[in-house]
């Protein structure tokens, strides 16, 4: 079967991390070019250019992994669409709710694969909580997200200026695995936003969610300032009072304390594979619900300003 041909937009730290070596190990994929401002190339690409709309003009690119900081993902993924390429989203898939969905329209006109990701989605223990929870009710959810930001996301000012979400860009992660494993959806009913004086985004965050059903006590912190042990869990009570546990950003799940699902992250590679079957079904898949979790989590929350934030 023929592999797709693919091209990469933005050079970063995920493209680096993830993107490359999955595609190189993929027997779906084939790296055609890569396109970087900064004029990085990448091993296995027939093709390195600086300006997006180079790569977009190739013909023998079939699809594009859209890598940006999330302020100009919009303009480029329309770009690409509009010049009949498929297109994959990292995450978040956008800078605003508006801009992915004028997105879900164009692919939709154009007939073209829109497949925004969401990589801690992508995890075993992740869908085996999901099927646990189906039918229960929830008595309480806890989420603990705290990074070093500094050992994550080093010298990359752009997440720190209005767009570039803050804590919300790990945060993120946490909230597409509880719109993925909840059996109600959530609200944000409070949210407070902790920004550092010398940036436009938060380096911390605490948020209080509502369902429509019943009233678990639900919350979550996010903070970029922890040293040490990095956590990233999210502790669910059931009304029935079984205990779950996903922990390792979900890599993990405990049952009642028993570890039921233990397994090194494989997230990009299912995201390939995924990205792969939409491609030869002609479908796209955009989950906004983790989006606009974030955006309501903007739109209703309480600024707190703290110290300003050096590397």
């Given amino acids: 079967m023929a592999r797709h041909r693919i091209g990469i937009i933005g050079l970063g730290k995920i493209a680096q991390d993830q993107h490359l070596p999955v595609i190189a190990a993929s027997p779906a994929f084939e790296l055609v070019a890569v396109s970087s401002q900064r004029g990085l190339g990448a091993p296995g690409a027939a093709r390195s250019v600086r300006e997006y709309a180079e790569l977009l003009a190739l013909p023998d690119v079939e699809a594009v992994a859209i890598c940006t900081p999330p302020q100009v993902r919009h303009r480029i993924a329309r770009a690409a669409l509009l010049a009949g390429k498929h297109v994959m989203l990292e995450k978040p898939p956008a800078a605003t709710t508006s801009e992915l969905a004028d997105l879900?329209?164009?692919?939709?006109?154009?007939?073209?694969?829109?497949?925004?990701?969401?990589?801690?989605?992508?995890?075993?223990?992740?869908?085996?909580?999901?099927?646990?929870?189906?039918?229960?009710?929830?008595?309480?959810?806890?989420?603990?997200?705290?990074?070093?930001?500094?050992?994550?996301?080093?010298?990359?000012?752009?997440?720190?200026?209005?767009?570039?979400?803050?804590?919300?860009?790990?945060?993120?992660?946490?909230?597409?695995?509880?719109?993925?494993?909840?059996?109600?959806?959530?609200?944000?009913?409070?949210?407070?936003?902790?920004?550092?004086?010398?940036?436009?985004?938060?380096?911390?965050?605490?948020?209080?969610?509502?369902?429509?059903?019943?009233?678990?006590?639900?919350?979550?912190?996010?903070?970029?300032?922890?040293e040490g042990e990095q956590i990233w869990e999210i502790a669910l009570e059931t009304a029935a009072g079984r205990s779950?546990?996903?922990?390792?950003?979900?890599?993990?799940?405990?049952?009642?304390?028993?570890?039921?699902?233990?397994?090194?992250?494989?997230?990009?590679?299912?995201?390939?594979?995924?990205?792969?079957a939409l491609l030869r079904a002609g479908h796209s898949a955009v989950d906004e619900r983790p989006f606009r979790l974030v955006a309501d989590a903007f739109m209703i929350g309480r600024r707190i300003d703290v110290e300003a934030f050096h590397e």
């Avoid at 546990?245 to 995201?271: C, N, S």
């Fill in 244 to 276: 779950l546990l996903l922990d390792r950003g979900g890599a993990r799940l405990a049952v009642d304390g028993a570890v039921l699902v233990d397994r090194a992250p494989a997230e990009y590679e299912a995201i390939y594979a995924r990205f792969d």
């Fill in 104 to 226: 879900v329209e164009i692919a939709e006109r154009a007939g073209r694969v829109l497949f925004a990701t969401w990589h801690s989605q992508y995890n075993e223990a992740v869908e085996e909580a999901a099927r646990r929870l189906e039918g229960e009710r929830l008595r309480s959810m806890r989420v603990t997200w705290k990074e070093d930001v500094r050992r994550w996301h080093p010298g990359q000012a752009w997440i720190w200026q209005a767009g570039g979400f803050g804590v919300f860009d790990p945060g993120i992660n946490a909230l597409s695995i509880v719109t993925r494993v909840l059996p109600d959806p959530a609200f944000i009913r409070q949210a407070t936003l902790h920004v550092p004086s010398n940036a436009d985004a938060p380096i911390a965050a605490s948020l209080e969610f509502g369902s429509g059903e019943g009233d678990a006590a639900m919350r979550a912190e996010f903070d970029w300032r922890q």
